[in-house]
C-alpha cells in the first residue's frame, strides 16, 4: 500500500514569492492534515480536512496562507508571499478517521532566502 | 486547549533501559500516541494508549495514567539505530461530536551512545 505522498520534498525560494506543497494521502483515509515543523520542534497542525471540508483551520495564517482538497483527496498549501521565517518542514498526514493513528509523508522542507 | 510537556534531549547507552516522560493537559482527553523521528524523515507511529496500563509492543512500551495527565514510552535494550526524536502526541475532543484533534508535544532527541 502506497503511503503518503508529498511534493516536493524540498524547496528554495526567494521571499515574497509564493510556494505551492501537494499531498496525496493515503487511498480511503477522510482526515487530512498540514502540519509546519521547525528544526528541533513537534510538528504544529495548520489545517485538518475531513473529506473535502476544512474543519479546524484556526493556526492557519490566513494573510498569506491557503489550502484546498478538492474532491476529498489530494490537497495542495499554498503560501503567498512566502516570509523568511516560513523556513520550516511542511508535514502532511492523513488518517481513516479524525483522531486515528495519522501516517505522516515525508515532507517538504521549505527555505525562503 | 493543551499543555504538552516532554524533555528536550536524553542520552542513553546501547543495551540499556530509557525512560521518556510526557505530561499533559488538556480538556476531552481521547488517547495518546508515540510516535518516533529520525532526523530527516517522517514521524512513524509507535504506540497508542487511551485507558491507564502498559502496552508493551516487543522492545517498546508506553504507559498512560489519565488521572495524573502521564505517559511514559520505554525503550528496553537500546540499539543505536533508536537514537532519534520521540513525540508525544495528545488526542482529544474538539467542537462538533465525534471529532477531535490530535496535538503534539516537542519531542524528546534521544542520542544512544557505546
Known amino acids: 500500500e502506497a503511503g503518503v505522498v508529498q511534493s516536493p520534498r524540498y524547496k528554495i525560494i526567494e521571499k515574497k514569492q509564493p510556494v505551492a506543497f501537494w499531498c496525496n494521502p493515503i487511498s480511503g483515509h477522510n482526515t487530512l492534515y498540514w502540519y509546519l515543523q521547525n528544526l528541533g520542534q513537534g510538528p504544529e497542525l495548520l489545517i485538518r480536512y475531513e473529506n473535502e471540508e476544512a474543519v479546524d483551520d484556526s493556526q492557519l495564517p490566513k494573510d498569506r496562507f491557503s489550502a484546498e482538497r478538492l474532491k476529498g483527496v489530494d490537497s495542495t498549501l499554498k503560501i503567498q508571499p512566502a516570509e523568511l521565517g516560513d523556513s520550516a518542514v511542511y508535514l502532511c498526514?492523513?488518517?481513516?478517521?479524525?483522531?486515528?493513528?495519522?501516517?505522516f509523508g515525508q515532507g517538504t522542507r521549505l527555505t525562503v532566502v | 486547549g493543551q499543555n504538552i510537556d516532554q524533555p528536550t534531549e536524553m542520552t542513553a547507552t546501547e543495551g540499556a533501559i530509557v525512560q521518556i516522560n510526557c505530561t499533559y493537559q488538556t480538556s476531552g482527553f481521547n488517547g495518546l500516541f508515540w510516535y518516533q523521528q529520525h532526523a530527516g524523515e517522517a514521524p512513524t507511529f509507535l504506540s497508542y494508549n487511551v485507558l491507564d496500563g502498559l502496552e508493551e509492543k516487543g522492545r517498546f512500551s508506553s504507559f498512560l495514567s489519565r488521572s495524573k495527565g502521564y505517559s511514559y514510552l520505554l525503550l528496553k535494550e537500546l540499539q543505536m539505530k533508536d537514537s532519534a526524536s520521540y513525540l508525544c502526541a495528545v488526542r482529544d475532543s474538539a467542537s462538533g461530536a465525534g471529532s477531535y484533534q490530535l496535538t503534539f508535544g516537542k519531542g524528546t532527541k534521544l542520542s544512544v551512545i557505546p
Open positions: 498526514a492523513s488518517s481513516p478517521w479524525t483522531g486515528s493513528e495519522a501516517f
